[in-house]
């Protein structure tokens, strides 16, 4: 192994080989937030934002006006279309001068898309490509926090309506709001006693970074069609606000310093640089909800990007393990398990669970209740469906019409050998019932462990 292989190899093992139920309290929270950072800093490594990051952009040069547009008419029927431009200006404030040409050229794109002048079918594609852009972030966000599940068309268009309305309307709201109560006289009397002066003088100067955080969060708690905590979407929120802040010092200074960068790109360098700029903020946007993600379900944390190939074996003990779960809650009459109970009792990511739970339903053995997010009952008579019938459904999943055994060359030695494995199979399931599984108590053995669950009996008498 090479020296940097070493090292990583290193870094790994002190990141993740620990344990943390061991460490004292602080020094558990601190290295779970060690996990967290690694985990981040891993999936930019492996380019889990940056081609997702610039996707974003390309579809926000296409709908940028025509989202601005329809928030335009929104303000304008509220009478506060005026403080768009300072709402963009300080969107733009790290990019200095060109900030403000940016800034108002946009204003004034937003102000020629009148219905009249694109028509009514120029309207209609101006706001489905709007709409398309939020269509993406919330397909993104959706794969930050592993959920395959689509909102369907007409909860989608409620949304992003929903979006498109009220989200203009409470941040430009907010900043008129700020800047008006600034301005009052008593808050100007205030601010020039000593102590209270500090404390206004702070507050006008992180209110920014506030609104920042809580846009953050707004879409981290709104987007992902998924069940999120308001917890975990603060701390990604957060987190992603300073990156923001800071990104925008940054940039603001490397703009100001930029000459050469100007001298190169010549009349364009407003565009390249604005384009940097949204690349930038989506980056840190996508990677902001991953740590949302990761904080609700530190169980994805020690996890490599990409997509994860799990074992037939993994994937047969699962199955039976989720069959226990589900047929113990059934038949003591407690609540149903989700997905995410599941996964979050087994301490497995929920995207190991998801197939498993798909390939159990599709086969009959379990059912979804109508609820949101939905439940798992017995879809079949437990007390009559072998534990061996599972194992074969499990083990055929894989399976495809053209990729069956049936179509491949016969060996005699293979197919006496996977002959026999089928038999010592069945037999070492003889007997055993998923209703003796999900009912049987702890044994100590092995042995125990099967006679138990041959040797119950349900109330009737049927084993």
Do not use: C
């Amino acid at each position: 192994m090479s020296k940097i292989g070493q090292i990583r190899s290193s870094v790994r093992d002190f990141v993740w080989e620990r344990d943390l139920a061991a460490m004292p309290r602080w020094k558990a929270w601190l290295f779970r937030w060690i996990q967290l950072f690694y985990a981040i800093l891993r999936d930019v490594t492996e380019g889990r934002f940056t081609l997702r990051a610039t996707s974003l952009v390309y579809t926000t040069l296409i709908a940028l006006v025509p989202l601005l547009a329809f928030a335009f008419a929104i303000l304008q029927a509220f009478g506060v279309h005026n403080q768009m431009q300072p709402a963009l200006a300080r969107f733009f404030e790290p990019l200095g001068e060109r900030g403000l040409e940016i800034s108002t050229s946009i204003i004034t794109f937003v102000e020629d898309a009148r219905v009249g002048v694109i028509g009514t079918v120029g309207l209609l594609v101006l706001i489905f490509t709007g709409f398309s852009l939020l269509r993406k972030v919330e397909q993104f966000f959706n794969q930050a926090w592993h959920t395959s599940q689509r909102r369907s068309y007409k909860q989608r268009f409620a949304d992003y309506l929903s979006v498109a309305v009220f989200g203009p309307v409470l941040l430009v709201g907010t900043i008129a709001l700020t800047a008006s109560v600034t301005s009052l006289s008593f808050i100007n009397q205030y601010s020039e006693v000593p102590v209270l002066g500090g404390l206004i003088g702070g507050a006008g100067r992180y209110l920014p970074y506030f609104l920042i955080v809580g846009a953050f969060t707004f879409f981290y708690f709104f987007l992902p069609n998924a069940k999120v905590r308001i917890r975990s979407a603060l701390t990604g929120g957060l987190i992603a606000g300073a990156a923001w802040e800071l990104m925008g010092w940054a940039f603001a200074t490397y703009v100001v310093t930029a000459i050469r960068y100007s001298a190169l790109y010549s009349s364009l360098a407003t565009l390249v640089i604005f384009m940097i700029w949204i690349y930038a903020s989506w980056l840190i946007l996508l990677m902001g909800s991953s740590i949302a993600f990761y904080h609700q379900h530190p169980e994805h944390m020690r996890r490599r990007g990409g997509d994860v190939v799990y074992s037939g074996r993994l994937q047969q003990k699962l199955g039976l393990l989720l069959l226990t779960m589900i047929g113990r809650n059934f038949f003591d009459g407690r609540p149903v398990w989700t997905m995410a109970g599941l996964a979050a009792h087994l301490r497995v990511p929920s995207d190991a669970v998801e197939p498993v739970l798909q390939i159990l339903r599709d086969k009959g053995f379990i059912a979804e209740t109508a609820d949101s997010p939905p439940g798992y009952v017995p879809a079949r008579s437990f007390e009559n469906t072998g534990v061996a019938e599972v194992v074969e459904a499990l083990r055929e999943s894989g399976e495809r019409d053209l990729d069956t055994l049936a179509l491949l060359p016969e060996e005699s030695t293979v197919e006496n050998l996977m002959a026999e494995a089928d038999l010592q199979l069945a037999r070492a399931f003889h007997g055993m019932t998923l209703k003796g599984l999900a009912l049987a108590k702890p044994a100590s053995n092995l042995a125990d462990a099967r006679l138990a669950i041959r040797d119950h009996k349900d109330p009737g008498g049927a084993s």
